[in-house]
């Protein structure tokens, strides 16, 4: 099977508590597919390694990246990702920002879109408490969306679905 990597973001410590999901489930099916890197400890250019590709980001704030993806932002341009499949994870508070949750989601699917990739992997926005996300485009996320604020307890059956 090919490789997958997993790029992640975090500021708080709760996006690296969903890699670990992630990491668990891959491991009890795939052992060993699934390469984790921190956007912040390497060049941008490694996502180009693999054909497939897992981003991880919070909202941070009202509708922004996490510090690391914001820096890492513009330098994706210099990428070419057609042919890549992304599938897209991100997290954020539904009741604090309900009108801003879960807006890197879309924020990255834009840009990965535009840089030929791919896009995989949305997931139903029912169950979710919110009023408005970029992350939302035809009733479905265009990832898989997660409140570890409120709903920590639901991410495991999230990722493993």
Not at 106 to 124: D, Q, Y
Request: charged share 20%; aromatic share 12%.
């Amino acid at each position: 099977m090919t490789p997958i990597g997993l790029f992640y973001g975090t500021d708080t410590g709760f996006t690296e508590i969903v890699v670990k999901l992630f990491v668990e489930e891959f491991e009890l099916v795939a052992p060993n597919l699934l390469t984790v890197h921190n956007i912040a400890d390497g060049p941008i250019t490694i996502l180009q390694q693999y054909e497939h590709l897992i981003i991880g980001c919070p909202t941070w704030d009202i509708g922004q990246l996490q510090a690391d993806w914001d820096k890492a932002y513009n330098k994706l341009d210099t990428l070419d990702l057609s042919g890549k499949q992304v599938a897209i994870f991100g997290l954020g508070d539904q009741y604090g920002y309900p009108d801003s949750y879960c807006d890197a989601i879309g924020i990255l699917a834009k840009k990965f879109a535009s840089l030929g990739a791919e896009l995989v992997g949305f997931t139903p926005t029912e169950g979710y408490e919110f009023t408005y996300s970029e992350g939302v485009k035809d009733g479905q996320f265009l990832g898989l969306a997660l409140d570890e604020d409120n709903e920590s307890d639901k991410s495991p059956l999230r990722v493993s679905d």
